[in-house]
């Protein structure tokens, strides 16, 4: 009697936690945002008792003038595919970030850019590795997406299928900032001193920048944008253009977009996970973006962050690190941060 009296409870517990868990999703879901967009500039050891007023000033206006452009254009019922692409193209342009202009240095004092893009309705998806000659290199990996029949392309053959489309090419010189070369050189000469190969998270900074949008439509993009490590050798690639660990989109879960350190993005599949687990494990968006960056990526020793948008404009934005360059936009809603909460 005693026996059938627990399993009875233990049965309307589990009811209970159900109902629970489902009613978090829903309550989660209940209003859905019209558009919303999100970006991040990256995540690392940011301090502010490292950071100048007026550098925290122009970081501050460099992602809200990259929130104006994404915003404009959903607003206005625009593509989130526009809207990612066109917000990335600022980022891309200042020196402030680690992607386009301003990108950091390989060990061979050159710039390799990555970039991937994602479109979550019909999963489409484009990314080039390597690039050294398109001035933006989402633009590249747009172009990958919709005109060709591949998913990544790298090195040459991608600057090359850029041109082919008619990108705006520069000379690789364009990408140079001292601030960057400088970097570079600080890293050589330690490596010299020690006579040891330094990871290229010696300065444990992350610049990447990255996108994801939902349009009116219920389409949700997500993009993402970096020059990889300083002092990186051998065309190592990092988790950008990888999809489904830099970056990832599902119109019925979410849209990812990430920023820290590469290989571990890559071994944990770290975007597709976030989705992977709202899918399978019914978690809301934060739930599953919390886990993934808070404890899978923390026990296993990777630094970083990401960026998410669900397919309700609930928006997630969690890092490990001292601080992450992010901000978000829903109607009537505006947060740009650099630190921790
Ligand atoms: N995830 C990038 C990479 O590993 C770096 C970064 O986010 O800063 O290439």
Same mark, same amino acid.
């Given at each position: 009697?005693?026996?059938?009296l627990l399993s009875f409870i233990s049965l309307i517990l589990l009811a209970c936690t159900s109902q629970e868990k489902k009613a978090s999703v829903m309550a989660a879901s209940k209003e859905k945002a019209p558009y919303a967009i999100v970006?991040?500039?990256?995540?690392?050891?940011?301090?502010?008792?490292?950071?100048?007023?007026?550098?925290?000033?122009?970081?501050?206006?460099?992602?809200?003038?990259?929130?104006?452009?994404?915003?404009?254009?959903?607003?206005? @019922? @625009?593509?989130?595919?526009?809207?990612?692409?066109?917000?990335?193209?600022?980022?891309? /342009?200042?020196?402030?970030?680690?992607?386009?202009?301003?990108?950091?240095?390989?060990?061979?004092?050159?710039?390799?850019?990555?970039? =991937?893009?994602?479109?979550g309705?019909?999963?489409?998806?484009?990314?080039?590795? @390597? &690039?050294?000659?398109?001035?933006?290199?989402?633009?590249?990996?747009?172009?990958?997406?919709?005109? =060709?029949?591949?998913?990544?392309?790298?090195?040459?053959?991608?600057?090359?299928?850029?041109?082919?489309? !008619?990108?705006?090419?520069? /000379?690789?010189?364009? $990408?140079?900032?001292?601030?960057?070369?400088?970097?570079?050189?600080?890293?050589?000469?330690?490596?010299?001193?020690?006579?040891? &190969?330094?990871?290229?998270?010696?300065?444990?900074?992350?610049?990447?920048?990255?996108?994801v949008?939902l349009?009116n439509?219920g389409n949700i993009?997500a993009?993402? =944008?970096?020059?990889?490590?300083?002092?990186?050798?051998?065309?190592? $690639?990092?988790?950008?253009?990888?999809?489904?660990?830099?970056?990832y989109a599902d119109n019925n879960t979410c849209g990812v =977009?990430?920023? @820290?350190?590469?290989?571990?993005?890559?071994?944990?599949?770290?975007a597709h996970d976030v989705s992977a687990r709202m899918e399978y494990l019914e978690e809301s968006l934060s739930d599953a973006a919390n886990h993934v960056v808070n404890k899978k990526?923390? /026990?296993? !020793?990777?630094?970083? !962050?990401l960026i998410a948008v669900d397919a309700y404009g609930n928006v997630a934005m969690p890092?490990?690190?001292?601080?992450?360059?992010?901000?978000y936009?829903k109607p009537n809603e505006?947060v740009?941060?650099?630190?921790?909460d």
């Open positions: 009697m005693r026996a059938l970006i991040h500039g990256g995540a690392g050891t940011i301090l502010k008792k490292n950071m100048t007023d007026e550098r925290e000033t122009q970081y501050i206006a460099a992602l809200n003038e990259a929130l104006d452009v994404g915003e404009g254009i959903l607003k206005n @019922g @625009g593509t989130a595919i526009d809207a990612v692409e066109q917000t990335i193209w600022l980022l891309e /342009d200042s020196p402030l970030f680690n992607a386009g202009k301003g990108a950091v240095f390989t060990n061979e004092g050159e710039n390799e850019l990555d970039a =991937s893009i994602m479109s309705n019909d999963q489409n998806a484009g990314s080039v590795g @390597g &690039v050294q000659t398109v001035r933006h290199p989402i633009s590249a990996a747009r172009a990958v997406l919709e005109k =060709s029949d591949h998913v990544l392309l790298t090195s040459k053959g991608a600057d090359q299928f850029a041109k082919e489309q !008619g990108l705006e090419i520069v /000379d690789s010189s364009y $990408f140079k900032t001292e601030r960057r070369w400088n970097s570079l050189q600080r890293i050589l000469e330690e490596e010299a001193k020690d006579k040891r &190969v330094l990871s290229e998270l010696s300065e444990n900074k992350h610049g990447t920048v990255g996108c949008a349009d439509q993009v993009g993402t =944008s970096t020059g990889g490590m300083t002092n990186k050798r051998y065309n190592r $690639f990092g988790d950008v253009p990888i999809i489904g660990a830099g970056t =977009s990430c920023t @820290g350190h590469g290989e571990y993005f890559i071994r944990y599949a770290v990526l923390v /026990d296993k !020793g990777g630094s970083g !962050g890092f490990n690190s001292a601080g992450m360059y992010r901000g936009a505006r740009v941060k650099i630190y921790e």
